[in-house]
């Protein structure tokens, strides 16, 4: 089901305030929250609920022990979880950029640490670069903004790299 462009920023409204939510009743655990990298209007299909739950799984698995509350939704707009550690943000971040550089599908899972202010805790502030594209290695944020690479393009690598983990699996 493709969704618009207005359903997408609405939904990334929801998610920041129910982020405010969880900080504002929790400001002594960290919140970490999972998306799904699904380019395109389509943010919903079988591929994105395998990496969904390939990710959720590497969280449980990470935080085993550590985490006191796990939220998923499934939503049209895409899938998100909202976990909350108790683990120092920027130990969380590093752990999550950890999933996100090793797992077999970590290219496709977009964890943020979310800061008390709301915003994420960057990559460079734990003295990582920034996420790189999956096609040609360069800056992601700049392959996007450039339009550099075609949905088709997108979607054949994302395709592969799950097919790829379905079979090791």
């Not at 920023?9 to 400001?27: G, I, Y």
């Not at 591929?47 to 390939?54: E, G, M, N």
């Not at 805790?121 to 996007?144: F, H, K, N, W, Y």
């Amino acid at each position: 089901m493709e969704i618009t462009l207005s359903e997408l920023l609405a939904s990334r409204d929801a998610r920041q305030a129910r982020q405010q939510v969880l900080l504002s009743e929790h400001p002594d655990e960290t919140l970490v929250c999972l998306t799904v990298v699904m380019p395109g209007a389509v943010k919903r299909n079988r591929q994105s609920l395998i990496v969904a739950h390939a990710a959720v799984e590497a969280l449980r698995e990470c935080f085993d022990g550590h985490m006191g509350f796990l939220e998923e939704r499934d939503l049209p707009t895409g899938y998100e979880a909202y976990l909350l550690v108790d683990v120092a943000r920027l130990d969380a971040k590093r752990m999550v950029s950890h999933i996100e550089e090793t797992h077999p599908l970590g290219r496709l899972f977009d964890i943020d640490v979310i800061a008390p202010d709301g915003r994420p805790v960057s990559r460079t502030a734990i003295g990582l670069p920034l996420r790189r594209c999956i096609i040609c290695g360069s800056e992601a944020r700049l392959c996007m903004r450039q339009h550099k690479h075609t949905q088709e393009e997108l979607h054949q690598r994302i395709s592969q790299l799950i097919e790829g983990y379905v079979h090791r699996v």
